[in-house]
């Protein structure tokens, strides 16, 4: 394949995947074949990291985007790659990042850290509140200044986007909805600090949860996804501009 970069996620190798190379025989996993798409080297690229919630909307930026940026994301060979929490995203953030120059990098770290785990720092959850979560508050703070501070390096626009809220009694595994604000507090003052955006997806969403979220669950149903990444297309585009 051709316009790809190398990504990998709890030991999975991965790619940021364009188009297969013209003539090629090879079967494509039907989930890898929707993904793929063929960058015009007139436009800037965005990437976007993000755990499964974001896998949830890209298509929908990326469709939104259309014409105006190449929208990449982290991928497996079977498909869109969860970016996890802040542990992952310090051991794989430069296969992310790859050679490509970016314009805009979109992303959020948060929902994982929060949740209860077995063990800090690895991705085994549980529904016991009395399991640590996966990256204590001081840990996620300290993960997420390295993040930025790596990021800035590309020299790109940077946005992060807030973690989006919890419905109440989820427990598979365990969050807790005021998590999401406590972690949200920490990340959005790491941000002011580096004078980096934020798209306040939490505050933007919240209104409409019932409508948009799944009941006891922190995915979005395909409407839910679909607000979402038009949302995001919308500051993306914003950025884009300045970013060329």
Not at 91 to 100: A, D, I, P
């Given at each position: 394949?051709?316009?790809?970069?190398?990504?990998?996620c709890?030991?999975?190798?991965?790619?940021?995947?364009?188009?297969?190379?013209?003539?090629?025989?090879?079967?494509?996993?039907?989930?890898?074949?929707?993904?793929?798409?063929?960058?015009?080297?007139?436009?800037?690229?965005?990437?976007?990291?993000?755990?499964?919630?974001?896998?949830?909307?890209?298509?929908?930026?990326?469709?939104?985007?259309?014409?105006?940026?190449?929208?990449?994301?982290?991928?497996?060979?079977?498909?869109?790659?969860?970016?996890?929490?802040t542990?992952?995203g310090?051991?794989?953030?430069?296969?992310?990042?790859?050679?490509?120059?970016?314009a805009?990098?979109?992303?959020?770290?948060?929902?994982?850290?929060?949740?209860?785990?077995a063990?800090?720092?690895?991705?085994?959850?549980?529904?016991?509140?009395?399991?640590?979560?996966?990256?204590?508050?001081?840990?996620?703070?300290?993960?997420?200044?390295?993040?930025?501070?790596?990021?800035?390096?590309?020299?790109?626009?940077?946005?992060?986007?807030?973690?989006?809220?919890?419905?109440?009694?989820?427990?598979?595994?365990?969050?807790?909805?005021?998590?999401?604000?406590?972690?949200?507090?920490?990340?959005?003052?790491?941000?002011?600090?580096?004078?980096?955006?934020v798209?306040?997806?939490?505050?933007?969403?919240?209104?409409?949860?019932?409508?948009?979220?799944?009941?006891?669950?922190?995915?979005?149903?395909?409407?839910?996804?679909?607000?979402?990444?038009?949302?995001?297309?919308?500051?993306?585009?914003?950025?884009?501009?300045?970013?060329?």
């Open positions: 394949m051709k316009h790809c970069l190398f990504a990998a709890a030991l999975y190798a991965g790619m940021l995947f364009a188009a297969p190379e013209a003539g090629s025989t090879a079967e494509i996993n039907p989930n890898v074949k929707r993904w793929m798409f063929t960058p015009d080297p007139k436009l800037p690229n965005v990437l976007l990291i993000g755990d499964s919630i974001s896998i949830g909307y890209t298509l929908d930026v990326r469709k939104a985007l259309a014409g105006k940026a190449n929208v990449y994301r982290p991928m497996k060979e079977q498909g869109p790659a969860n970016c996890n929490g542990t992952c310090l051991k794989e953030l430069e296969s992310w990042l790859g050679t490509n120059k970016w805009v990098i979109h992303f959020n770290f948060g929902l994982h850290d929060l949740k209860h785990v063990t800090p720092g690895h991705p085994t959850a549980t529904s016991n509140p009395t399991d640590p979560r996966q990256a204590a508050p001081e840990v996620y703070a300290a993960n997420l200044e390295k993040i930025v501070a790596r990021l800035e390096k590309t020299g790109a626009r940077l946005v992060f986007a807030t973690t989006t809220p919890i419905q109440p009694g989820t427990n598979k595994p365990l969050r807790e909805p005021e998590k999401a604000v406590e972690y949200n507090a920490i990340a959005v003052k790491i941000m002011e600090n580096h004078r980096v955006a798209n306040d997806l939490h505050r933007f969403i919240l209104p409409r949860l019932e409508e948009l979220q799944k009941p006891k669950d922190v995915h979005f149903t395909g409407p839910g996804s679909k607000v979402l990444g038009t949302e995001i297309a919308q500051k993306i585009q914003a950025m884009l501009p300045a970013a060329r």
